[in-house]
């Protein structure tokens, strides 16, 4: 098989914030109120697809379970992802020629065109369990595990959540940790950083696996503020040691007079894979707002995250919840996110220059905004059934560092925008 993933990272990113998202909740299922309530099914079928780029498929399951003082919650998700990834390299007036990730062939992007990989192709299982216990009269605890396979990557994470009520149960104090290992199996191996690439079936420039460590520690409160709102607060750091590199992105080499990409060894052009520090440190603060205005329901949050490699980024997400007769409910829904790009992020490399010890141009750590619009309609139908159906329209457009485009890269779009469509199906009963 050469066909491998180009998104391992992402995925250990995705499935890691959410369990981020599980540690933050503020209380998670409450065992008293759905003791009689025995058996819950959540099930759900998702699409994103970027505009000629990555389409994913995804199927979630989560069967939940109650005892007398705890609950048993189990997940299953199965993701398929085609199509084709950006790689990092600049676009040209050229025909560029490209060795695959597998090392074993080529593949050729026309003049103008932003250098997408056509090779992405993955499947993703993950598995996670939690058991959400009473202690005491008034406290619970949440012990969790996760793991998931892709072809060339394994996560594997345990995570915990204590939490206690306070002021008559108003006010509910937080406190969770997540660890997460995972190894990573690059196709064709993990590149030697700021290696050149070589021609389809040289070697010299890989390595073999690797591996990374991430660990979250959170502290949250909630309160209750009135009769009608409900406030969250929430800090917490993250931490990551190992791999942090994506191994299928790359940069381009251009001549710093004329903006060409220069000669490479054996191959028309030459292109350098990407090296990220191997330590991250994140802070994030996360506040939110739910108010019930009669019928409709308002929730406003802002997340702040700041990190060691120079990124800080904003989001503000804004959900309306507003019945329309007895049972169906309409919830738009508006998203904004801003980042700066981290310091090592540069577009390419300028030939001659001393490399770097450190440099990606994945636009991911870039400058960047992205805008969410959506729409879901929901029919709740009583003890705990409902119907739901989501769509969203994502844009991404980014700003490429002063002076980036010169000589023959003036005319091109070395940042260019992304855009996805989202639909996804719920059914709770």
């Keep these: 098989m050469q066909l491998g993933s180009r998104r391992g990272s992402r995925v250990a990113t995705s499935l890691f914030a959410a369990t981020a998202a599980l540690l933050g909740a503020p209380s998670g299922p409450s065992i008293a109120q759905d003791a009689d309530q025995r058996w819950q099914l959540d099930t759900s079928l998702s699409y994103y697809g970027e505009r000629e780029r990555v389409s994913d498929v995804s199927a979630n399951v989560r069967v939940q379970r109650w005892f007398e003082r705890g609950v048993l919650s189990l997940r299953l998700a199965l993701d398929s992802l085609t199509g084709a990834s950006a790689s990092g390299a600049v676009p040209s007036v050229f025909a560029q020629t490209f060795t695959s990730p597998s090392g074993n062939r080529s593949y050729r992007i026309d003049p103008g065109s932003t250098p997408l990989d056509p090779t992405f192709l ?12 009473s202690v005491g009269a008034r406290g619970e605890i949440d012990l969790g595990v996760s793991a998931s396979n892709e072809y060339d990557y394994f996560h594997s994470g345990l995570n915990a959540r204590y939490s206690i009520g306070l002021n008559q149960r108003n006010t509910t104090l937080a406190f969770g940790l997540a660890f997460a290992a ?16 070589l021609p389809p079936g040289a070697t010299g420039n890989k390595l073999g696996d690797d591996s990374k ?58 292109y350098r894979f990407e090296a990220r520090p191997e330590q991250r440190t994140k802070h994030s603060l996360f506040a939110q707002i739910k108010h019930r205005l009669g019928r409709p329901v308002v929730d406003v949050s802002y997340r702040y995250m700041t990190d060691d490699w120079g990124i800080d980024s904003h989001t503000l997400d804004f959900h309306w919840r507003q019945p329309i007769g007895a049972h169906t409910y309409l919830q738009p829904h508006v998203r904004y996110y801003l980042q700066s790009a981290a310091d090592f992020y540069r577009p390419y490399l300028l030939d001659g220059d001393e490399l770097p010890d450190h440099a990606s141009a994945d636009y991911r750590l870039g400058e960047l905004d992205g805008v969410t619009l959506g729409l879901k309609l929901g029919w709740p139908h009583g003890d705990g059934r409902e119907w739901s159906v989501r769509i969203e329209y994502y844009r991404q457009s980014g700003r490429a560092p002063p002076g980036t485009e010169f000589g023959s890269l003036a005319g091109l779009d070395v940042f260019p925008t992304v855009e996805a469509a989202i639909s996804q199906f719920e059914y709770r009963f």
Excluded: C, H
């Design 213 to 270: 460590t991430v660990g979250d520690v959170l502290v949250g409160v909630t309160q209750v503020l009135g009769r009608r709102t409900l406030g969250q607060l929430n800090y917490s750091v993250s931490r990551s040691e190992g791999y942090l590199t994506d191994p299928y992105k790359v940069l381009t080499v251009v001549d710093p007079a004329t903006g060409d990409p220069v000669a490479g060894p054996g191959i028309p052009y030459l």
């Design 122 to 133: 993955d499947t993703r299982y993950a598995v996670s369990g939690n058991w959400l216990q």
């Design 182 to 197: 995972d190894s990573v199996d690059p196709v064709g191996g993990a590149p030697v950083p700021l290696a050149p690439m």
